[in-house]
């Protein structure tokens, strides 16, 4: 069973992972730890519950569509709410997240209602294989698999690609990407499409294992926050490794010491590691002169 | 001549007198007109529990279909009926707007027991009858409330027995939420278990917002229960049963009636609810009961065509049947000590739920449940007559 218990905290693990990387890429551009991220995914995940319901299109059409959707949707965030800040502070940006998150809950809340519903995904939730004694749900590899993906393509995309040198570049030093030639505001609006994208399919792992429903982010929000901040809020690859050491120290808690204490276990375990090491488990410490 | 005008004075005073205390009577009991009588009701419309709206707007049908009829006595009735989001502080607010504004003779239902609890004592200081959603369980009693929904504990201890005694089952757990409903439904179903010599063979919370119960269906696995009783909410049950199907979880599942609107848990679950034996405190939405009929009647004239005719529906419907009972017992000299007393007589009455008897010293007055299989494509059927503790 230990193994069962593992594999299972994998699987959760990388839907928290891939939440983690979404803030991450985020705060790495901005400092901005951005609240609306879970609420951004869930709008995405609804988009796609539309094309396949109400429009009847097969999961191919409606996936690309929605992660086309959801890149719009993260650049306008960042173009129509972020950047029309006067003299920003940081706290106040947060602030401007937590208001849009409230702007699209009430949107979703408005236009689909409260009620639970099943995502048409073309996966089931409980179709699985067994290897020996070992159950592995096929929702659940899907979601390991494309976690894995994505965090590739996300490795390639910031090594290999001039876009993602520029992000990187934006990253370390915004004024001297700027006089290097970098639109730098374009950057932060891709950065924003691209976390949303990243969101959005953590959205649609999570939802055919629950339901569809405004508040199914809620909680994969709070748990990828407390990995990104447990693997280092600068560390694309720390978020990745706080999400599934969340999910994994979260299982084994909860199957074998106790279930009372399961959700809160996540947030103990940030701050044991913050008092060990305060910047996170691979994010370097940095000093910024004032 | 002289003495006519101190006649018509005289008999205009008289006149005055009589009127005024005839209007008085209905003027100076709150929430009660001369040609209406204003019942309050507060339900989440939107926010987390929005689905237990329908609670409310099942009230609302069944005023209108009784105003169609021609009122209560010459009186009609005027629903209003708030959305506080499932939140007691606007539970609090919203009460006391209606009750110090247009005033309220008495409450029905009230979704949520916070927001019941948020309330109670206002209720109280305001003598406002309440016919309570929530049950004597949570809350506190008073001469002006009225428990409808049967307690928890007497609801899980009718289960336990018939899983026991009917079913057969020797091996059964418990997955509960961990407050004061997941361990009302715990306390009693332990009780039960006792008087036949057996322990739950494990016992596992969860809490209301968890999406990922992993770790309980890995334990319910490992106990390898021949039942399983869930005492959750519906979020927490269509998880769970999808997460333990994947792991291949065998058993028979056992729900109380909070989670009875069948064809709304058999669609999120994707057929996986079809053969869960459960409580009902109302008859079956589906069923040919006249009265059952007679509603879904005036849910297709009076609710909107987007609405689902289900089990929430007629429980709104079901809180209300006595308290219009008492209304058209009490005629048209309506006071809150007289309608109170009225509802302290009924004895057996019987709408949609089961049996209601209340008295000055036990308001708790359905105490009874039958119990009903999921059947495919979200139909149900009824297993037993009505079954008390």
């Known amino acids: ?290 | 001549m002289k003495g006519k005008p101190a006649r018509i004075i005289g008999l205009t005073a008289i006149l005055s007198i009589v009127l005024g205390g005839a209007i008085g009577w209905a003027a100076d009991v709150q929430g009660v007109s001369d040609t209406e009588i204003r019942i309050g009701a507060w339900a989440p419309q939107t926010g987390p529990a929005a689905p237990w709206g329908a609670v409310s707007r099942g009230t609302d049908v069944y005023f209108k279909m009784i105003n169609a009829e021609g009122g209560i006595h010459g009186r009609k009735i005027k629903f209003l009926s708030f959305d506080d989001q499932y939140n007691p502080a606007k539970t609090k607010a919203g009460v006391k707007e209606i009750v110090e504004g247009p005033g309220v003779f008495a409450f029905v239902a009230g979704t949520g027991t916070a927001c019941g609890l948020a309330v109670r004592d206002y209720l109280v200081d305001h003598g406002v009858i309440w016919i309570a959603l929530p049950n004597g369980w949570a809350v506190k009693g008073d001469k002006h409330f009225f428990f409808l929904y049967p307690e928890y504990p007497d609801e899980a201890a009718i289960l336990v027995k018939y899983a026991v005694e009917k079913m057969g089952k020797k091996k059964i757990a418990f997955f509960y939420q961990n407050d004061d409903y997941g361990k009302g439904g715990l306390k009693g179903a332990r009780e039960e278990l006792k008087k036949h010599n057996m322990k739950f063979a494990v016992e596992i919370p969860c809490e209301a917002q968890d999406r990922d119960l992993k770790s309980q269906a890995i334990k319910l696995k490992m106990a390898k229960p021949d039942a399983v009783i869930m005492w959750v909410n519906p979020l927490s049950a269509i998880i769970m049963r999808k997460t333990a199907a994947a792991l291949k979880v065998e058993t028979q599942w056992i729900a109380p009636s909070t989670l009875a609107d069948t064809p709304f848990m058999n669609k999120v679950t994707d057929g996986l609810w079809e053969g869960t034996v459960y409580s009902c405190i109302a008859e079956l939405a589906e069923s040919g009961n006249p009265l059952v009929k007679k509603y879904k009647a005036a849910f297709d004239k009076y609710a909107p065509k987007s609405e689902r005719w289900s089990f929430l529906y007629l429980a709104g419907i079901g809180f209300a049947e006595p308290l219009v009972e008492a209304l058209k017992r009490v005629g048209r000299d309506v006071t809150t000590e007289k309608v109170i007393a009225e509802l302290d007589k009924m004895k057996n009455f019987k709408g949609i739920f089961g049996h209601i008897t209340f008295s000055p010293e036990d308001r708790q007055g359905q105490k009874e449940v039958f119990i009903a299989e999921a059947l495919k494509g979200g139909k149900s059927k009824q297993l037993t007559g009505w079954i008390k503790r």
């Open chain 1, 1 to 290: 069973m230990f193994l069962q218990v593992v594999i299972g905290g994998i699987a959760v693990g990388s839907a928290y992972a891939l939440m983690a990387l979404a803030m991450v890429i985020i705060y790495k551009t901005s400092e901005v730890l951005n609240f609306a991220q879970g609420d951004m995914a869930m709008l995405s995940a609804y988009v796609t519950f539309m094309m396949l319901s109400g429009y009847g299109l097969p999961f191919p059409v409606a996936f690309p569509l929605t992660m086309l959707f959801a890149i719009i949707l993260g650049m306008s965030c960042e173009f129509l709410f972020l950047r029309r800040a006067k003299e920003p502070t940081v706290l106040g940006m947060i602030i401007m997240t937590l208001s849009l998150e409230m702007i699209i809950f009430g949107l979703v809340s408005w236009k689909w209602g409260s009620d639970q519903r099943t995502l048409p995904f073309p996966i089931s939730s409980y179709d699985a294989y067994t290897v020996g004694d070992l159950i592995i749900s096929k929702l659940e590899l899907v979601t390991f698999v494309t976690a894995l993906l994505m965090m590739l393509m996300l490795f390639l995309f910031f090594r290999y690609t001039k876009v993602g040198i520029a992000v990187k570049a934006t990253q370390l030093n915004k004024d001297a990407a700027r006089l290097m030639g970098i639109r730098t505001n374009r950057i932060l609006m891709g950065t924003w499409g691209l976390a949303s994208v990243v969101g959005a399919t953590a959205a649609l792992l999570i939802a055919p294992a629950s339901t569809l429903d405004p508040y199914m982010m809620w909680d994969p929000l709070l748990k990828g926050f407390s990995s990104a901040v447990l693997g280092g809020m600068t560390s694309l690859p720390g978020a990745a490794i706080g999400g599934y050491i969340v999910g994994i120290v979260e299982n084994l808690f909860g199957t074998y010491v106790s279930i009372e204490f399961k959700s809160v276990v996540a947030f103990a375990l940030i701050v044991i590691i913050l008092c060990i090491k305060p910047s996170g488990l691979l994010a370097r410490h940095y000093v910024k002169k004032v």
